[in-house]
Nanobody, 121 residues
């Protein structure tokens, strides 16, 4: 059974940082591109970032470029999202997702239960 469990969310002030983690199990983690997606209040899901199977290739939506960094630890089946200089518009539930198709795409077949990130002064 594929399981993705996120953690690390919370309430922070604008300009602060958070590091999200996602522990994967039930599949060969190193064989899949991984993604972070998010859902802001009252809005649909949007893709945030993707990382290739080996972790050397990454891409990001324009609004988070230069502030967010995706990474992975294949030895421990864990995906990360380092979020710096957070803005109120980053407020959302963040989900990690198992990618399908091309590594830099936004398609996925499984996602976790999510972790809430709230940026507010």
């Amino acid at each position: 059974e594929v399981q993705l469990v996120e953690s690390g969310g919370g309430l922070v002030q604008p300009g602060e940082s958070l590091r999200l983690s996602c522990v994967a199990s039930g599949f060969t983690f190193s064989s899949y591109a991984m993604r972070w997606v998010r859902q802001a209040p009252g809005k649909g899901l949007e893709w945030v970032s993707s990382v290739s199977t080996g972790g050397t290739l990454t891409n990001y939506r324009d609004s988070v470029k230069g502030r967010f960094t995706i990474s992975r630890d294949n030895a421990h089946g864990t995906l990360y999202l380092q979020m710096n200089n957070l803005k109120p518009e980053d407020t959302a539930v963040y989900y990690c997702a198992r990618g399908t198709g091309i590594w830099y795409g936004n398609a996925y077949d499984y996602r976790g239960q999510g972790t809430q990130v709230t940026v507010s002064s």
